[in-house]
C-alpha cells in the first residue's frame, strides 16, 4: 500500500498548485467582486492537460486517470472553488461519459473541444421542481420522427448560459420510470426554441456560472441520442458517480486552504502578547480541522484508485463525496472564527471559504442523498457498482 505520489504526480500536483497561484489568484479578489468567468483561463487548464485525465489520447487525453485529475483540482480548489467547477464541467461529467457511452462519431466531435477547452462544457439534469429525484423531470423529449421536440426547464445549471455543448436529460417515455429517460448532446446557443439565462443571486462561487435553461419546442437532430433511448437514467447514475469525485476534490481543496490559512493566521495574530496558536481552545480547531483534512484526502484518493483500477466505487466516492465536503465546510467555518472579526471580512479569504465549501453539500447529490446511497450498501440492499 502506497501513500505518496509519484514523481509524475507530484509535477502535476506542483503545475496546478502554480497555476493557481499565478493565473486564478491574482484577479480573483476583483472577479469574485464582480462574478466574472474567464473562459481564457478554461481554455489555459486544456492547454495544461488539466481535463484530459481518463480520456483516450486520440481523443486528446494525457492517458492518466481519475487520480491525477483529483490531485489537479483540489489545487485549483485550495486557491478558489469556482475554478474546481471546469474539472466537472470539461471532464469528469461530459467528456468522461461521452467516452462510455458515446459513438465514434460523438467523440470524435466532442471530446477534443471539451478537454482542450475550447468548447464549455455543461450538463442539465436539475430542476425548479426536480432535484434529487431525477425520475420525476418533467422535461419531456417528443419523437417526431425526423427530429426530438424538446419541452422544458432546466435550473441550477453550471455553464448554463456560457455553455457551447453538453448533455441534457429528459423524459422520452413517462410510463417507464427510470427506463424512460434518454440523455442528449447539445449547442444551447445554436439550437432555435433554447433560451438560456443567469442566475446571479448566490452564496458563493461568484466566479463560476450559474443558470438556467428552457426549452420551447427546440428541435434535436435524432443522431443527439447518447447511448440508446432509454438508457439516460444509467447514463446520469454513471455520471454522477464520476462528477461527485471532482466535488469531493473540491471539498478536500477548499478545506485544505481554509485550514492552511488559519494555521497562517494563527502563528501571525498576537493576543495577551502571544500568538494565538498558543492558545489551547485555537490548538483544538486545528486539529480538528487537520485531522478531517488528512481524513478526506485518503478517503479521496482511495475512491480515485478504485476507479482509475475499474473497480465498484460507488460506495467510496459517496463516503469520499460526503465526508470532504462536511470537512470542508467545520474547517471553513472554524478558519472563519480562528480569523475573529478578520474573518467576516472580503480583506481575507475565510469568507469565501465558507461561502463557497456549503455548495459541496448541495450539488452532485445532497449529504442526505450520499449518506442514503452508503447505507444502502452497507446495508446490503444495493450493490457498490463502478
Given at each position: ?55 483516450p489520447e486520440e481523443y486528446g487525453g494525457s492517458g492518466f486517470g481519475f487520480l491525477e485529475a483529483v490531485i489537479i483540482a483540489e489545487q485549483i480548489a ?59 423531470m418533467r422535461t419531456t423529449a417528443t419523437d417526431k420522427g425526423d427530429h426530438w421536440e424538446i419541452n422544458g426547464q432546466k435550473m441550477w445549471i453550471s ?228
Open positions: 500500500m502506497q501513500f505518496g505520489l509519484t514523481e509524475e504526480q507530484q509535477m502535476m500536483q506542483d503545475m496546478a498548485k502554480n497555476f493557481a497561484e499565478t493565473e486564478i489568484l491574482p484577479t480573483l479578489e476583483e472577479d469574485e467582486a464582480a462574478h466574472k468567468f474567464r473562459p481564457e483561463l478554461v481554455r489555459k487548464m486544456g492547454e495544461l492537460g488539466f481535463f484530459g485525465c481518463s480520456i485550495k486557491v478558489s472553488g469556482s475554478w474546481r467547477l471546469p474539472f466537472n464541467m470539461q471532464n469528469h461529467g461530459p467528456a468522461v461519459t461521452v467516452n462510455h457511452f458515446g459513438t465514434t462519431e460523438q467523440k470524435e466531435s466532442f471530446i477534443p473541444g471539451w478537454v482542450s477547452g475550447e468548447a464549455i462544457g455543461f450538463f442539465a439534469m436539475t430542476e425548479p421542481d426536480t432535484g434529487s429525484n431525477v425520475v420525476q455553464n448554463a448560459h456560457t455553455g457551447d455543448w453538453g448533455l441534457l436529460y429528459a423524459i422520452t417515455n413517462r410510463e417507464a420510470g427510470h427506463k424512460g429517460m434518454t440523455c442528449f448532446i447539445f449547442n444551447p446557443k445554436e439550437t432555435e426554441g433554447v433560451i438560456t439565462s443567469a442566475i446571479e443571486t448566490k452564496l458563493g462561487l461568484h466566479c463560476a456560472p450559474t443558470g438556467e435553461i428552457a426549452f420551447d419546442g427546440a428541435k434535436f437532430p435524432k443522431d443527439a441520442v447518447l447511448g440508446e433511448v432509454g438508457q439516460g437514467f444509467q447514463i446520469c447514475m454513471w455520471q454522477l458517480n464520476n462528477t461527485r469525485i471532482g466535488c469531493a476534490a473540491g471539498a478536500v481543496g477548499i478545506g485544505g486552504g481554509a485550514t492552511e490559512a488559519a494555521i497562517n493566521y494563527a502563528n501571525e495574530r498576537t493576543q495577551f502578547g502571544k500568538k494565538i496558536g498558543s492558545y489551547q481552545m485555537v490548538q483544538a480547531q486545528i486539529a480538528d480541522m487537520v485531522a478531517e483534512h488528512d481524513a478526506a484526502k485518503l478517503l479521496l484518493y482511495r475512491a480515485a484508485w478504485l476507479k482509475d483500477q475499474g473497480l465498484p466505487n460507488q460506495h467510496e466516492t459517496s463516503m469520499a463525496k460526503l465526508f470532504a465536503s462536511e470537512a470542508a465546510v467545520h474547517a471553513a467555518s472554524d478558519g472563519m472564527k480562528i480569523f475573529g472579526s478578520y474573518g467576516y471580512s472580503t480583506e481575507y479569504p475565510a469568507e469565501r471559504f465558507l461561502r463557497d465549501a456549503h455548495s459541496l453539500r448541495v450539488v452532485e447529490g445532497t449529504s442526505n442523498i450520499q449518506k442514503l446511497i452508503i447505507a444502502g450498501i452497507s446495508l446490503g440492499d444495493s450493490e457498490n457498482r463502478v
